[in-house]
Every structure is written in structure tokens, then in C-alpha cells.
């Protein structure tokens, strides 16, 4: 049986998701970071479920399903930003802790740059375009949503990777935590999707196919770039392998397992001291 890259590719990311939550669930890392563990869970379903569902649904079936998931995908790594934002600015670690008005402020200038960005970066279908079909309009506003979603997203994490990266040390979490090694990751991940949306975007502008051989070569393109994106997510997915077995730096096993020990002492003296004194 001769296996395409794309067969090759599809395979190593679902093997990556897997070992990923083998890591997070095995190594405690899931009860500090739900979200990140839920968007690598629905993710891994998502991969799966279109790959067994591929061919097999109506042209209308498949968008709906497509678009559907791709705006989940969004509103759970909105989660998974936020959630990483408040493990580093939250904490109070090294004894500082973000007060409302720096959330607003950051939220602020965050959410605004990222949607203007989304709103420059176009194209936007005409309001002709959105009449033209009133029975197709709830799934080209999924659609719509999904894609936009997508971009903005993207926008939103690049920008929370650099703030953790410039802000993170001085609420003592420095490039080698895991929260850094998360957004690190997520950004990369991130930049890699805007580049090649960006080249896409740029390819349907300004090519005009004039004949077989043309469309051929643009679809070849289309697909380089979609394993060029896919072989970017799997070194991501090797990093955080990588970073999340690991523990944090002044954080070792050895230490971990003292400190599991003294709870269970703890627990156990308060349990056997109740009888004594409701006696």
C-alpha cells in the first residue's frame, strides 16, 4: 500500500495529539491547563472524525460540519489564551498580581488590534453577494465566522505570546515555564497559518487561470503549503512533548513527591486527631 505525504502527515499529527495527552494527563500538567488539554482533545477528534467522515457526507453536510468545528476550534483557544494569561498574571508567583484595570487596558488594546487587523485583511463578501442566496445565508455567516474567527485568533495569540515573553518575568515566569513553552508554541503555530493564508489570499488575487495546466500547478501549491502547515504543527507538537514532560525549572521530581508526602501525612493526622477531640 503506497501512503501519500498527506496520509503520511495526517498520521504523525493524530500520533502527536495522542502522545500530547498522554503527557498531559500522565504527567498532572492537565488539572493545570483544562483548556490547552480540551483544545488538544477536540482537536484529536476533529482529525479523526473528518478523516472517517471524508466522502461520505453532501457537499452542504460537509461545510456545516467543517465550518461548525472551526468556530469551536476558535472559542476554545480563545479559552486557552485566557487561561494562560491568568496563570501568569494571576498567580502572584513572584508576588505581583495584574489588577482589573491592567486586564481591561490589555484586553482592550489587544482585542482592537486584532480585529482591525482582521478587518484590513480582507476580502469581505459584498452585501450583494450575502442577499444573493437568502436559503445559504446562516451557513455563509458560519462560514464567515469560522474563517474571520480563524484569523483573528491567530492575530490575538502572536500578540499574548509577546506579552508573556516581555511581561512573564517579572511575575516570575520566565521562556522556560510551561505557560511560556504553551504560548511559544501556540504563537509559532499561529504565524505559520497567517503566512499561508497570506501567500493563498495573495495567489487568488492577482492569479487569473487561463488554462488546465495552470489550475493544475496552483493546486499543487495549495497542497505544498497545507503539508508545509501540517509538518510546522507536528515540530509544535514535539516541542510540547518535549517541555511539558519536563518539569519547571526549580520544580523537581524529587520535590514534588516531598511535597505530595506531606499532604498525605497532613491529611492522615487531621483524620486520626477528629475522634480524639469529639471525644
Not at 483548556?35 to 479523526?48: D, E, G, M, P, Y
Amino acid at each position: 500500500m503506497h501512503l501519500t505525504i498527506e496520509q503520511i502527515l495526517w498520521a504523525l499529527v493524530v500520533a502527536g495529539h495522542l502522545v500530547l495527552l498522554i503527557v498531559l494527563l500522565g504527567r498532572d500538567r492537565a488539572a493545570h491547563f483544562p483548556w490547552f488539554t480540551t483544545a488538544i482533545a477536540v482537536s484529536a477528534a476533529r482529525l479523526i472524525a473528518d478523516h472517517l467522515l471524508q466522502g461520505k457526507l453532501t457537499t452542504i453536510a460537509f461545510h456545516w460540519q467543517t465550518y461548525v468545528s472551526l468556530t469551536l476550534d476558535d472559542l476554545i483557544c480563545f479559552m486557552v489564551l485566557l487561561e494562560l494569561l491568568r496563570r501568569v498574571f494571576s498567580s502572584g508567583k513572584a508576588g505581583l498580581i495584574l489588577k482589573p484595570k491592567g486586564w481591561i487596558g490589555g484586553a482592550f488594546v489587544t482585542l482592537a488590534v486584532a480585529a482591525g487587523a482582521v478587518w484590513l485583511w480582507g476580502p469581505w463578501p459584498s452585501t450583494a453577494a450575502i442577499k444573493a442566496d437568502p436559503a445559504q445565508l446562516p451557513l455563509l455567516l458560519v462560514a464567515l465566522t469560522a474563517t474571520k474567527g480563524q484569523i483573528f485568533i491567530a492575530l490575538l495569540t502572536v500578540q499574548v505570546a509577546l506579552l508573556l515573553l516581555v511581561a512573564g518575568r517579572r511575575f516570575g515566569f520566565e521562556w522556560r515555564t510551561h505557560p511560556q513553552q504553551i504560548a511559544l508554541g501556540l504563537s509559532t503555530n499561529a504565524l505559520g497559518f497567517l503566512a499561508v493564508q497570506g501567500i493563498a489570499d495573495s495567489i487568488k488575487r492577482t492569479v487569473h487561470l487561463t488554462s488546465r495546466e495552470q489550475y493544475e500547478r496552483v493546486v499543487h501549491l495549495f497542497t505544498n503549503l497545507d503539508n508545509t502547515r501540517s509538518a510546522l504543527w507536528i515540530l509544535v507538537l514535539l516541542w510540547w512533548i518535549t517541555w511539558l514532560w519536563r518539569d519547571e525549572q526549580g520544580t523537581t521530581p524529587s520535590l514534588v513527591a516531598t511535597a505530595e508526602a506531606e499532604t498525605i501525612v497532613d491529611a492522615t493526622t487531621h483524620e486520626a486527631g477528629q475522634p480524639e477531640s469529639a471525644e
